[in-house]
């Protein structure tokens, strides 16, 4: 098998999803005095998760970063290409199979103050993928099944008979990754899972990430806005800007090639008053997702660009360290 982007380099995983050139488009009503506009949300974009690996992926708001996760899952289709889940096209799946696709991957959301129905107890919360999938336990069986969740994700099983207001942020972030993981999915989504909590909360749930898939030999598509800590997280990174791939890091460690990844990592907050930079504003104008430019769509920002970035746009290369930039940097972080 390939690593993705179709670059040839072999992986130590099966792709377990894939995205072949897809395309997502959302289209704002029209009115008397607006016409209807397209915003091309994920722009061609070809991408193998492979089994068993943390795939990052990593850029500003507004990249498509979480259309690409509700399209990983299925719940929305691409306007064009193919999203397959273990070799099945989720766009042409029939309903009933989709939902037995569905049991085997699963999301974990940003913000668990709103992704747990507040009206449930925390048992009934963890339970819930069960009975969406119309499977039907016993009152012994349902009790044991969501004490072992609890238990799984470091919580009091007791704390089943509460309510999510009884809870911390911390705690019933926890409880989402519980009910993510009832039905034992092959791959997890987590969408930006440490965003809306504390920073010594977020290490104890990145921690407990890292432990369950060790343990349950999981695959992680890990989204969010923060390098540094895709670094530390993921075996692979996918960088995005503006609805495409720009850069895909085959390790943490690898050297950045690509502009606007150099920028995401400089702007990351260093906790060590000796390794503190002055950094270099980004100045130019962000394009219109609605209209973008027929060149690079970074070429307004980037310091590198020239009359050839602002004509073409450069395509993802198919070399081992993927990077669409007719400048790349070398080594050393300057333009080659």
Not at 180 to 188: N, T
Not at 245 to 260: C, G, K
Request: aromatic residues 6%; hydrophobic residues 40%; positive net charge.
């Amino acid at each position: 098998m390939t690593d993705g982007l179709t670059t040839g380099v072999p992986t130590t995983g099966v792709p377990i999803l894939r995205f072949e050139d897809v395309n997502r488009d959302f289209t704002t009503p029209g009115g008397w005095f607006a016409r209807r506009r397209v915003l091309r949300a994920v722009n061609a974009v070809t991408l193998d998760v492979p089994a068993g690996r943390v795939t990052g992926v990593v850029g500003e708001s507004g990249c498509g970063k979480s259309t690409l996760a509700r399209l990983a899952l299925g719940l929305i289709k691409p306007t064009d290409g193919r999203v397959s889940f273990e070799g099945e096209d989720l766009a042409t799946a029939r309903r009933a199979r989709l939902r037995q696709l569905r049991a085997r991957m699963q999301m974990v959301f940003q913000d668990p103050y709103s992704s747990i129905d507040p009206r449930m107890t925390i048992g009934d919360a963890v339970l819930e993928p069960f009975v969406v999938q119309g499977i039907r336990l016993t009152g012994a069986a349902r009790a044991a099944k969501a004490e072992a969740l609890l238990g799984m994700v470091g919580l009091d099983p007791s704390l089943a008979r509460n309510h999510p207001h009884h809870l911390s942020g911390g705690q019933k972030q926890r409880v989402g990754i519980a009910r993510a993981l009832a039905l034992e999915p092959r791959l997890v989504v987590l969408d930006e899972p440490t965003a809306s909590l504390d920073v010594s909360i977020q290490a104890q749930i990145v921690a407990l990430l890292e432990a369950l898939k060790a343990r349950l030999d999981l695959t992680y598509l890990f989204i969010s806005h923060d390098l540094a800590l895709v670094r530390y997280f993921c075996d692979r990174i996918v960088v995005m800007y503006l609805g495409a791939v720009v850069e895909i890091l085959p390790s943490p460690a690898a050297p950045i090639r690509h502009p606007y990844t150099r920028a995401l990592l400089d702007s990351a907050f260093v906790p060590d008053p000796t390794r503190r930079q002055t950094l270099a504003r980004a100045t130019g104008e962000i394009p219109s997702a609605f209209d973008l430019p027929p060149g690079c769509v970074y070429a307004p920002r980037c310091p590198l660009a020239d009359e050839t970035c602002r004509r073409i746009r450069p395509q993802l290369d198919r070399s081992a360290h993927p990077v669409a930039c007719h400048h790349p940097l070398d080594r050393a972080g300057a333009g080659s």
